[in-house]
């Protein structure tokens, strides 16, 4: 498995922005696939987007085209999730995950970091 170590949550307020960052580390995952989930008090964890760190256009889900962005940095090992114009309901827990190549499922996920956004 990969570890994986998110940072950048915070607080802040409608139309804002915030970029999360996740830091992977424990072998070689070059052929990944790096998904971006979250999670609203109360809700279904779901789908944001995922990039390949080999390289493509990123996928997104629907309610965040246009506002987010995921980008690789390979040098770092770290994947960001670029966010803004961000609502209320962007609000959870946001997870970093890894999926191995030719997997149908994520099987390394990291703790997650918290995203509040305010009034």
């Known amino acids: 498995q990969v570890q994986l170590v998110e940072s950048g949550g915070g607080l802040v307020q409608t139309g804002g922005s915030l970029r999360l960052s996740c830091v992977a580390s424990g072998r070689t995952f070059s052929n990944y696939v790096m998904g971006w989930f979250r999670q609203a008090p109360g809700k279904e964890r779901e789908f944001v987007g995922q990039?390949?760190?080999?390289?493509?256009?990123?996928l997104y889900a629907d309610f965040v085209k246009g506002r987010f962005t995921i980008s690789r940095d390979n040098v770092k090992n770290t994947v960001y999730l670029q966010m803004n114009s961000l609502k209320v309901e962007d609000t959870g827990v946001y997870y970093c995950?890894?999926?191995?190549?030719?997997?149908?499922?994520?099987?390394?996920w990291g703790q997650g970091t918290q995203v509040t956004v305010s009034s």
């Open positions: 995950a890894a999926r191995p190549p030719f997997a149908v499922r994520y099987d390394s």
């Open positions: 990039i390949r760190w080999s390289g493509g256009s990123p």
